[in-house]
C-alpha cells in the first residue's frame, strides 16, 4: 500500500487530539520497556498545539494514523514523536514521515535530520537505521548515571 501525504496541522486543528490518542496508543508498548518512562505520559493537547505553533506536527489520514514532530535547530531538524498506529506499520508512514523531514530541511537549508531513541527500543535502532539514521552519542535523562536515548543523525544530500 502506497503511504498517504502528511498534511501540516494548525494549532486548532481537531484533528490534534487524534495526534494525541494516536502517540498513546503508539507508544504504549514501551510501558515497562524503557526507564525513565516516556513523555508521552505528560504530553497535553494544550503541548501538541503550542508545537504546532513553535514547530510543526504533521499527520497522515483521518483521524491520524501517523504523525511526527519537527523542531528547527540552528543546525538540523529534530524529529520527536514520529508515531505509526501499530495496526498501519510496514505501510511506509514512516518513511513517508521522515522523507516530509527531509524537504522541510533542505528547504530551511539544514544539513542534516536528528531524533533520539530509548537505549532499550533495539527494534527502533533497526528501523532507523534502515531509514539512513547513524548513531552519533549518547545521553541520559536527568537523575540517571547511565545512557538513557540514542542520539541518531541522517545527512541531508
Request: with cysteine; glycine share 8%.
Amino acid at each position: 500500500m502506497r503511504a498517504k501525504a502528511p498534511r501540516r496541522l494548525a494549532a486548532d486543528d481537531p484533528a490534534l487530539a487524534g495526534v494525541l490518542d494516536l502517540i498513546r496508543r503508539s507508544f504504549a508498548y514501551m510501558d515497562g520497556r524503557i526507564d525513565p518512562p516516556s513523555s508521552m505520559h505528560r504530553l497535553r493537547l494544550a503541548d501538541i498545539a503550542g508545537h504546532c505553533a513553535s514547530g510543526e506536527v504533521s499527520a497522515i489520514g483521518a483521524p491520524p494514523f501517523a504523525c511526527v514532530f519537527l523542531t528547527p535547530r540552528p543546525d538540523r531538524l529534530y524529529l520527536g514523536k514520529l508515531a505509526v498506529d501499530p495496526a498501519r506499520r510496514g505501510e511506509g508512514h514512516g518513511r513517508a514521515l521522515v522523507d516530509l523531514a527531509e524537504t522541510r530541511a533542505r528547504a530551511l537549508g539544514l544539513p542534516c535530520l536528528e531524533l533520539q531513541t530509548r537505549v532499550e527500543l533495539t527494534e527502533n535502532h533497526r528501523i532507523f537505521g534502515a531509514l539512513g539514521f547513524r548513531p552519533t552519542g549518547t545521553s541520559a535523562h536527568p537523575g540517571y548515571d547511565r545512557p538513557t536515548s540514542i542520539t541518531m543523525e541522517r545527512a541531508i544530500p
